[in-house]
């Protein structure tokens, strides 16, 4: 028997479980006499016993300690002929001998042990790949799989910052949209991305993902997703690099800096370039001169020299406590950073971000004072009209050194009317901020404006005022360029009108699809007990069923592979999809639950697991028949015969003639067939549909299809 609950399945050529799993094996073989011993070998060698019981409870807390220091396959204990799997590995997938022996002679067959397991990363550490600008870029992803089926298992995708080059902020990246294998993007009508994927061998397979025409904006880290059915996805990062020249995020609110006298002053600088740059501060002391605060290239604090850098010391300043950082936020993104930690009056000064790298050279000028009052808001502009609301978006200005909220102000267009508020906390990552004003009324102008305030030193003029109508008809809210579909624009008769004709016509659609599912599933009803009958007409005439069969514990149902009559072949079905197997699975119980209440039982021939007792047998059982080239024998006599392994011959499925199987090793070839192998002698097959059951079940991966 099988421990079902972890195994993955039975094949032609041996059994698939899953890493890290556990289970017995019973392939005890037919003889008659009675199987004296049996041997279990691996490259020759005999296996050793399992250390823990077979039959010991796994749940219970002394076993568990023990599993996770036991890995690997052993002879069963306290009963050798059974085969123990515990916690089996990667490297447990073999081919194992099973020799058996009775007082006429002994046999042998040998089996692959298939271990299945998720993908693993061949390069676990993060992958950097540098290309120039305008060239091709090839990012490869690599991984040993079992089943390693590349089609449908990889996914790419990167993480960008959206507006980050053009307002700067430290917000977590966002992942695009994935693309699979054999998928191709387009960018302004040129082939952009292209995702091939291919199987390498049995455990490893792979995929790239080429991007064309690099450009600076292509920068940044991507992932390779690889999922082949088998637990969880695997990631791998790639940082892909290229060189170009730095660009510093301008926008007014990183042009001020402020805090008051004895606290710490912060400056910033986002900067856009690869490779890492380096970055000098410079402070305007005087009308006429500059001084350098400090400069990464010296790591210390510095002058200026017009002959030679890193010359000369600093005056004074340099004294201070100031420091400056510069950090990688992710490929192609840094920021500077210079702190002066106690403020004084001679601090308030004009200062540079000068950023340097191979290809080329930007700056940015800040300046640093006292606190005061924030700026107002910038650019107020409408984004969005409907019928009942406006969506406006302004830039954040400078907040005085402290943390500022916006107060956004409207009315309806006319001297009487009065103003209604909205306050906002700034957002300190970005620029821009958004604004949707709603319960407004159809066809109305309304005025706009805002203002903003911190705690200490109150607020800034109102921005100019915008004006706007809201629309007659229109009720969605717009957003760049992402609708929300609410309204089709048509009055609102036409609209009910519509609505109802739908519905009805939605109705009548319905109707008409009950009528003919109804119909077809009577006429398949009675196809199927036709079939029912003419099946057990020829098994009686041909004798090989009869009132007679196995007991019902080597049946597959529920006690067994956990699928109740899954197994069960039917040459018209063959390979099924996964969404009809599940009807394939209802059918074939029906039929095994209509077997047991007659009296009979199926038998499933299946390699390397029944077994046969002679005393099993009832006493109707009829005489040796030879149907197809197999031998089967119902009598209570049964011939003395060493020990036999049943098989799965090329002409049809069922028993074997008497004779030992040899497993083929393990290939990929063997591994394809034995997941879903092609139904042969389909003749043979249809006439004993119920009685010839094909064992294959797929491992459990995302495979398409699945033979039943």
Known sequence: LIDCTILGGITKTGFVSLIG?????????????????????????????????????????????????????????????????????????????????????????????????????????????????????????????????????????????????????????????????????????????????????????????????????????????????????????????????????????????????????????????????????????????????????????????????????????SKRRLQATLSRLRPGHFLATMKIAIVQSDDFSEYTCQVTSPSGQDSFVITASGTGPPDTPMQPKVLNVTTTTIRISWIQGFGGGYKQTFRVRWKINRPDAHYKYEDLVEKESGATMQLLITALKPDTEYTISLNARNEMHGESPYSEAVIVRTELGRTSDWMGGFHTIKSSG?????????????????????????????????????????????????????????GSGFPPDKIYGSQGFGRPA????????????????????????????????SGKYFYSADPLLDRMNSDSFKSDQYPEEQVAGHSYAYHPYVAATPPLFSTLPAQGYGLGSPSVVTGNGYNQSNFASAVCPHKQNDTFAEQNRLTYPLKCMAPPTHLDQVCL
Not at 490 to 519: D, E, H
Not at 520 to 545: D, P
Not at 573 to 596: K, V
């Open 490 to 546: 048509y009055p609102r008769t036409n609209s009910l009108f519509i609505i109802v004709s739908a519905c009805v016509v939605g109705g009548i659609v319905i109707f008409i699809n009950i009528m003919v599912i109804t119909f077809l599933l009577r006429k398949r009803q009675k196809h199927v007990h036709h079939g029912r009958s003419g099946t057990g007409a020829q098994m009686s005439a041909s004798g090989v069923h009869g």
């Open 21 to 317: 799993s556990s289970g017995v094996l019973d392939l005890i073989p037919y003889a008659n006499p009675p199987v004296a011993s049996v041997k279990w070998l691996l490259e020759g060698g005999e296996i050793k016993v399992s250390p823990i019981r077979s039959d010991a409870d796994r749940t219970s807390s002394p076993i568990r300690r023990q599993l996770k220091t036991i890995s690997g396959v052993f002879a069963g204990s306290p009963n050798p002929r059974l085969l123990t799997l515990w916690n089996v590995k990667r490297r447990h997938m073999n081919n194992y001998t099973i020799e058996a022996t009775n007082a006429i002679g002994n046999s042998s067959s040998t089996f692959i042990l298939n271990i299945t397991y998720p993908p693993e990363m061949v390069l676990t550490r993060m992958v950097h790949v540098n290309v120039t600008l305008g060239d091709s870029a090839q990012l490869n992803c690599e991984v040993h799989a079992n089943p390693a089926v590349s089609e449908g298992s990889f996914l790419w995708r990167r993480f960008i910052s959206p507006e980050w080059n053009t307002e700067g902020h430290l917000e977590t990246t966002v992942a695009t949209e994935p693309i699979g294998c054999n998928v191709a993007t387009r960018h302004k009508n040129a082939l952009k991305h292209f995702v091939t994927c291919k199987t390498i061998d049995e455990t490893t397979m792979a995929s790239t993902l080429t991007i064309y025409d690099v450009t600076a904006e292509d920068v940044g880290e991507y992932e390779c997703v690889v999922n082949n059915g088998i637990g969880p996805s695997t990631v791998g990062k790639v940082n892909l690099y290229s060189f170009f020249p730095p660009s510093i995020v301008k926008l007014p609110r990183y042009a001020k800096a402020a805090a008051s006298f004895g606290t710490r002053l912060t400056m910033t600088c986002f900067i856009f370039t690869e490779p890492e740059p380096t970055v000098a501060w410079l402070m305007r002391r005087k009308p006429d001169g500059v001084l350098v605060a400090y400069d990464a290239r010296c790591d210390k604090f510095v002058a200026p020299d017009e002959k030679q850098d890193c010359l000369r010391k600093a005056p004074p300043v």
């Open 566 to 597: 899954a197994h069960m072949y039917d040459s018209t079905c063959g390979c099924l999809s996964r969404s009809r197997s599940q009807d394939r699975l209802t059918s074939g119980n029906e039929r095994f639950s209509s077997a047991q209440q």
